[in-house]
């Protein structure tokens, strides 16, 4: 039977437990709930194998990496070559010499009549005619023309042939050179008689007295509407005594006239001249 202090205290049977009891309980449980993981040994690389990295550090191992570089190396030079190469065969032109083009000649009778010299001299003098027919109009006219008022100058310009060289000295009658230009026009006239030469005096045109006085004389240069030329006071590059050549020059040298002298020898005169009248 159980006493009163059993009964408080509670009998060590059945509700006493101890400390050490407690604690290999506690562990047991955290055991159970976290096992301890087992330790396996790692798996060591083959002593010989290659991972990547030399697996000698030693003067045998840095030798043979040497190697390795060195044969890279080769190879890749090897390469860039063989692209450079490839390269240049793409970009090369490709020409035949002068033996190659005869024999081509000769094997090809339409390529032998091409090259032909008096075929290509037939073919270029043709050429240069349609060159020069271009260039060319019919109208003749072989005099110096005088305008008398603003109305004949617009005219003479605005409804003239487009290929027609129009030249127009403005001019005062009391002054020397205006006078020595006239006379000079006069003979260019017949010269280039496919260019129109024009005469006005400055105070029928309409400029101003200033002009007059120190502007003259004064070539203007059209073509096709639109002016391509302007000279004034002319005398200050001539002089105050000049000719028909000096003036035939000044305008040929400032590209307003044709140059007589480099007429091409393929086309011959009567050649342009029967042209014309055909």
């Known amino acids: 039977m159980a006493s009163l202090e059993d009964k408080i205290l509670g009998e060590k049977m059945h509700n006493y437990c101890s400390s050490s009891e407690e604690s290999d309980g506690e562990d047991s449980d955290a055991d159970s709930e976290n096992p301890k993981p087992t330790h396996t040994a790692a798996a060591l690389p083959e002593p010989n194998k290659w991972e990547g990295t030399s697996t000698n550090t030693g003067p045998k191992g840095v030798i043979k990496d040497w190697q390795r570089y060195k044969q890279l190396e080769t190879e890749k030079r090897t390469d860039c070559e063989k692209e450079r190469i490839e390269l240049a065969k793409k970009l090369t032109l490709t020409v035949q010499s002068a033996l190659e083009e005869e024999r081509q000649a000769l094997d090809d009778p339409e390529l032998a009549e091409l090259l032909d010299d008096e075929f290509l001299l037939t073919y270029q003098k043709q050429r240069m005619q349609e060159m ?24 003479a310009i605005d409804k003239e042939h487009k290929n027609v060289t129009i030249v127009i000295h403005i001019y005062e009658e009391n002054v020397t050179p205006c006078r020595i230009m006239n006379t000079c026009l006069r003979e260019l006239s017949k010269v280039y008689n496919n260019v129109k030469f024009c005469a006005i005096i400055g105070s029928c045109a309409g400029l101003s007295r200033d002009f007059k006085i120190k502007g003259v004389p004064a070539l203007l240069i059209y073509k096709a509407g639109q002016i391509v030329g302007n000279f004034i006071r002319l005398s200050d590059d001539l002089g105050d005594d000049f000719c028909a050549e000096d003036v035939q020059g000044f305008l040929v040298e400032h590209g307003m006239l044709e140059d007589k002298t480099c007429t091409p020898l393929i086309v011959k005169p009567g050649d342009t001249q029967r042209d014309d009248s055909d």
């Open 132 to 155: 020069l027919k271009q260039n060319q109009h019919n109208l003749k006219f072989g005099e110096l023309i005088f305008l008398s008022n603003g109305e004949e100058y617009l005219d």
